[in-house]
């Protein structure tokens, strides 16, 4: 299996979450339903954003700034 690539057409939804899923944050600021969506293996960020009327580079953009944000360790 090839590794998957943040800006491949053709990577679904599903294997997006999966492989960077601090990428959830921004399905959820914008108020996104494609979180658990039974048609998101099926879907891409292209697809969400023509559901969503959202532009296709800027969405890609805070894709990409979610995976390089660092994680924060979780409050004891």
């Not at 679904?12 to 959830?24: G, S, V």
């Not at 979180?35 to 969400?48: L, Q, R, S, Y």
Request: aromatic residues 8%.
């Amino acid at each position: 299996m090839k590794p998957a690539v943040l800006n491949d057409p053709d990577l679904p939804l599903e294997d997006l979450m999966r492989e960077w899923p601090q990428t959830i944050s921004v399905f959820m600021r914008h108020k996104m339903l494609c979180i658990g969506c039974m048609v998101n293996p099926f879907h891409t960020v292209m697809d969400a954003c023509a559901e969503y009327g959202l532009d296709v580079s800027t969405f890609y953009a805070e894709l990409a700034a979610a995976i390089l944000m660092p994680l924060r360790p979780s409050s004891p």
